[in-house]
């Protein structure tokens, strides 16, 4: 398995406050990404990196920034969270770009009250 | 824009029966195709991917796909189901044009389900 690890596994919180779910990986894989999973939705990409510092927008990123200052972490953040938001959130990795594989780590599940 | 449908959410099958989980995908051009599984409380583990080649492409735990073009499908299958393969299944598609990230577009899944 992909060393890729998120933290925290699971995590409540009221409306409007501030949430970061972080991922970390030992593969040193240039290209990390962010999805969310819901119900009837299967999974959608809120943002990825292609290198460190280098992140771009994927199809629901509206609500939702991320930051890379390190080859391993990639950090996603609600700036400040709503119900809407509640899902389960991964994040995978992949060494090259387009037709690689992506690795997924084991998630993150968010509720926002 | 690319779109992958999966038209069965749920399947139930008995131990030892054949499976067969569909995709089909809508996209202009040859898209790169995966099929990844996930069981409850986990994350997605890669089956197969295809790429270019061979259109029958063979996966871990005895699956396989294959891709037709004309079809626009790129259906999973597994000649003898085992209990242990219950949890949900999704098909993937990625594009060659979006740049250098590996884009992927996911189907809403299909739960499995099997019957000893």
């Known amino acids: 398995d992909a060393g890729i690890t998120q933290s925290p596994r699971h995590k409540v919180t009221e409306t409007g406050t501030p949430v970061t779910l972080r991922c970390h990986q030992t593969?040193?894989?240039?290209?990390m990404y962010w999805y969310r999973q819901d119900p009837g939705h299967g999974l959608r990409l809120i943002h990825y990196?292609?290198?460190?510092?280098?992140?771009d927008k994927g199809e629901v990123s509206d609500g939702y920034s991320v930051s890379r200052s390190k080859t391993e972490d990639f950090l996603l953040t609600l700036e400040s969270a709503t119900s809407s938001q509640t899902s389960v959130y991964f994040c995978?990795?992949?060494?090259?770009?387009?037709?690689?594989?992506?690795?997924f780590g084991p998630g993150t599940r968010l509720t926002v009250l | 824009a690319q779109s992958v449908t999966q038209p069965d959410i749920h399947i139930t099958v008995s131990e030892g029966a054949s499976l067969e989980l569909r995709c089909n995908y809508s996209?202009?051009?040859?898209?790169?195709l995966f099929w990844y599984v996930q069981s409850p409380g986990q994350g997605l583990q890669l089956l197969l991917k295809y790429f270019s080649g061979d259109t029958l492409v063979q996966g871990i735990k005895g699956f396989e796909a294959e891709f037709k073009r004309s079809q626009s499908s790129f259906n999973l299958r597994k000649p003898s189901v085992h209990w242990s393969d219950a949890a949900e299944y999704f098909c993937a598609v990625g594009l060659l044009n979006t740049g250098t990230a590996s884009k992927l577009t996911f189907g809403t899944g299909t739960r499995l389900q099997v019957t000893l």
């Open positions: 593969e040193n894989h240039r290209y």
């Open positions: 990196s292609y290198g460190v510092k280098d992140t």
């Open positions: 996209y202009g051009a040859t898209p790169y």
């Open positions: 995978a990795i992949s060494e090259r770009g387009v037709g690689d594989t992506q690795y």
